[in-house]
C-alpha cells in the first residue's frame, strides 16, 4: 500500500552541494547587465573582474595585504596552482578525510615527489590537528564536501610556524569563519556556497605566500596556466583582474549578482547564520529519528554546508541500494535533487544546506525524507 505523500514540497527542491542552490528568488534577468560580447581585458570587464575580487574581500573580510586572483578550473585548478607553485621548499603535511583531500596526496605524492607525510581520517571523522609538524608546508580540507565533517577552528595552527597552510575552502568560505591568519593560501569556487557558475576558481595568498612565490622556483617545468610569477616576482595582474585566460564575464555577473545579495541581508554572519539554521533543521531531525544519522562523529565537526547522513536501520540490507532508492524517489517527486552520496563516500545522502537554501524547504525536505524511508522500507521489505 502507498504511503501517504507529505502536504508540501520544497519550493526549491535544489539541494545539490555543487553546483548549489542559486540565491533566493533568483531569475536571469538579475544578469541583464553583464559585459555579454566584450573583451575581459576592456575596462568595463576589467572593473566586473576587479569587483568581483574586491566584493570578495570585503565579505570574508580578508586582510588588505592578502591578494586574490580569479584563476582557470574552478577550486581544483587553485589547489593545483598553489602545490604545483609553492610545494617542494621544505617537507610537506597531507592531511586527508575525504575524497577531495585524498586526491591531493595523490598529486603530490605520485605527480610531484614531494617528501610528505600524509596523515588520514576515516568518513566522518577528522584528523587531531594537534599532530600535525606545522613546520611542514600542510594541504588540508577546511570542509569535507563529501564527508560532512569540517575542522571547528584553526586553533592548533600556530603563529610562528615556519611552514605554510594550504587550504582548500570550497564549501566553508561565505558559511564559516574562516581564521585568515592561519591560513597562507585559500582556494574556493563560485558554484558551491554562493551558489554561482562553475569553472572559476578564487585564489588568496598572505604575504608568507607572496614571499615563497618570489624566492622559491620548483624543480618541474610550470605549465602556462600555474604560473604565478614572472622573473621572480608576482605577476600583480592577476590579482587584479588580469585573469591568465578568459573568464565568463555571464558567470562573473551571477558572483556579483550573490555579492550583492550577501551584502543585502547583512553580510557574512548572515551567510552564516543562514547555513547553521539550514543545517540544525537536518541534525534535529537526526536526533528525533533513530533510522537516520549525521555521518560526522563528532558534533563539533559537523558541517554547516554539505551535510552527509547515513541510514542505520537494521531492517536495511543494502544500505547503497536503499540510499538510491530513497534518491530516487525525492528526485521523483520533485522533493529533492541530487542528494545521493558522493560516489566514494559511504552510502547515503548528501544535503546542502549553504546560504542560498531556504529553511523552511529543508523543513519541508524532511518530511519527505521520512516519506521515501518508509516507502523503500515497506517495497524491499515485500519484495523479500
Same mark, same amino acid.
Given at each position: 500500500?502507498?504511503?501517504?505523500?507529505?502536504?508540501?514540497?520544497?519550493?526549491?527542491?535544489?539541494?545539490?552541494?555543487?553546483?548549489?542552490?542559486?540565491?533566493?528568488?533568483?531569475?536571469?534577468?538579475?544578469?541583464?547587465?553583464?559585459?555579454?560580447?566584450?573583451?575581459?581585458?576592456?575596462?568595463?570587464?576589467?572593473?566586473?573582474?576587479?569587483?568581483?575580487?574586491?566584493?570578495?574581500?570585503?565579505?570574508?573580510?580578508?586582510?588588505?595585504?592578502?591578494?586574490?586572483?580569479?584563476?582557470?578550473?574552478?577550486?581544483?585548478?587553485?589547489?593545483?596552482?598553489?602545490?604545483?607553485?609553492?610545494?617542494?621548499?621544505?617537507?610537506?603535511?597531507?592531511?586527508?578525510?575525504?575524497?577531495?583531500?585524498?586526491?591531493?596526496?595523490?598529486?603530490?605524492?605520485?605527480?610531484?615527489?614531494?617528501?610528505?607525510?600524509?596523515?588520514?581520517?576515516?568518513?566522518?571523522?577528522?584528523?587531531?590537528?594537534?599532530?600535525?609538524?606545522?613546520?611542514?608546508?600542510?594541504?588540508?580540507?577546511?570542509?569535507?564536501?563529501?564527508?560532512?565533517?569540517?575542522?571547528?577552528?584553526?586553533?592548533?595552527?600556530?603563529?610562528?610556524?615556519?611552514?605554510?597552510?594550504?587550504?582548500?575552502?570550497?564549501?566553508?568560505?561565505?558559511?564559516?569563519?574562516?581564521?585568515?591568519?592561519?591560513?597562507?593560501?585559500?582556494?574556493?569556487?563560485?558554484?558551491?556556497?554562493?551558489?554561482?557558475?562553475?569553472?572559476?576558481?578564487?585564489?588568496?595568498?598572505?604575504?608568507?605566500?607572496?614571499?615563497?612565490?618570489?624566492?622559491?622556483?620548483?624543480?618541474?617545468?610550470?605549465?602556462?596556466?600555474?604560473?604565478?610569477?614572472?622573473?621572480?616576482?608576482?605577476?600583480?595582474?592577476?590579482?587584479?583582474? =588580469?585573469?591568465?585566460? #578568459?573568464?565568463?564575464?555571464? !558567470?562573473? +555577473?551571477?558572483? @556579483?549578482?550573490?555579492?550583492?545579495? $550577501?551584502?543585502?541581508?547583512?553580510?557574512?554572519?548572515?551567510?552564516?547564520?543562514?547555513?547553521?539554521?539550514?543545517?540544525?533543521?537536518?541534525?534535529?531531525?537526526?536526533?528525533?529519528?533513530?533510522?537516520?544519522?549525521?555521518?560526522?562523529?563528532?558534533?563539533?565537526?559537523?558541517?554547516?554546508?554539505?551535510?552527509?547522513?547515513?541510514?542505520?536501520?537494521?531492517?536495511?540490507?543494502?544500505?547503497?541500494?536503499?540510499?538510491?532508492?530513497?534518491?530516487?524517489?525525492?528526485?521523483?517527486?520533485?522533493?529533492?535533487?541530487?542528494?545521493?552520496?558522493?560516489?566514494?563516500?559511504?552510502?547515503?545522502?548528501?544535503?546542502?544546506?549553504?546560504?542560498?537554501?531556504?529553511?523552511?524547504?529543508? =523543513?519541508?525536505?524532511? #518530511?519527505?525524507?521520512?516519506? !521515501?524511508? +518508509?516507502?523503500? @522500507?515497506?517495497?524491499?521489505?515485500? $519484495?523479500?
Amino acid at each position: 500500500m502507498a504511503i501517504k505523500h507529505p502536504a508540501t514540497r520544497p519550493a526549491n527542491p535544489r539541494f545539490s552541494s555543487g553546483p548549489c542552490a542559486k540565491i533566493p528568488h533568483f531569475t536571469v534577468d538579475m544578469l541583464a547587465d553583464a559585459a555579454l560580447g566584450r573583451s575581459h581585458r576592456a575596462k568595463i570587464g576589467k572593473d566586473k573582474l576587479a569587483a568581483a575580487i574586491e566584493g570578495t574581500r570585503e565579505i570574508l573580510g580578508i586582510p588588505a595585504d592578502y591578494k586574490i586572483g580569479i584563476v582557470p578550473a574552478s577550486d581544483t585548478g587553485a589547489v593545483e596552482m598553489a602545490m604545483w607553485s609553492l610545494l617542494g621548499a621544505r617537507p610537506a603535511t597531507m592531511v586527508a578525510w575525504e575524497s577531495f583531500g585524498a586526491g591531493w596526496v595523490t598529486d603530490v605524492v605520485k605527480q610531484l615527489k614531494i617528501e610528505a607525510e600524509v596523515k588520514t581520517a576515516e568518513y566522518g571523522e577528522i584528523v587531531d590537528f594537534t599532530t600535525i609538524d606545522f613546520d611542514t608546508d600542510v594541504v588540508f580540507t577546511w570542509n569535507g564536501t563529501t564527508s560532512g565533517v569540517r575542522l571547528p577552528n584553526g586553533d592548533a595552527i600556530p603563529a610562528d610556524r615556519a611552514g605554510l597552510t594550504i587550504c582548500d575552502a570550497t564549501s566553508a568560505a561565505f558559511a564559516m569563519n574562516l581564521p585568515w591568519d592561519k591560513l597562507d593560501v585559500t582556494t574556493f569556487s563560485w558554484q558551491k556556497v554562493m551558489g554561482g557558475e562553475a569553472a572559476h576558481g578564487m585564489l588568496i595568498l598572505s604575504p608568507r605566500a607572496v614571499e615563497r612565490l618570489e624566492s622559491y622556483t620548483p624543480a618541474w617545468p610550470m605549465p602556462k596556466i600555474f604560473r604565478l610569477t614572472k622573473g621572480g616576482k608576482l605577476i600583480e595582474g592577476i590579482f587584479k583582474g =588580469e585573469t591568465i585566460n #578568459t573568464p565568463s564575464m555571464l !558567470a562573473v +555577473e551571477d558572483y @556579483l549578482v550573490a555579492l550583492d545579495w $550577501a551584502r543585502k541581508i547583512g553580510g557574512l554572519p548572515a551567510l552564516m547564520k543562514r547555513a547553521d539554521t539550514n543545517a540544525k533543521v537536518l541534525w534535529d531531525f537526526c536526533d528525533r529519528n533513530d533510522w537516520i544519522a549525521n555521518l560526522a562523529t563528532d558534533p563539533a565537526t559537523r558541517s554547516n554546508t554539505s551535510v552527509c547522513l547515513k541510514f542505520t536501520d537494521d531492517r536495511i540490507k543494502d544500505g547503497a541500494a536503499f540510499a538510491k532508492a530513497v534518491a530516487k524517489k525525492l528526485d521523483d517527486q520533485n522533493a529533492a535533487h541530487d542528494i545521493g552520496a558522493y560516489r566514494d563516500a559511504p552510502a547515503g545522502l548528501r544535503i546542502w544546506c549553504g546560504a542560498t537554501v531556504e529553511s523552511s524547504d529543508v =523543513e519541508k525536505l524532511t #518530511t519527505w525524507l521520512t516519506w !521515501a524511508f +518508509e516507502e523503500v @522500507l515497506a517495497e524491499q521489505t515485500e $519484495a523479500a
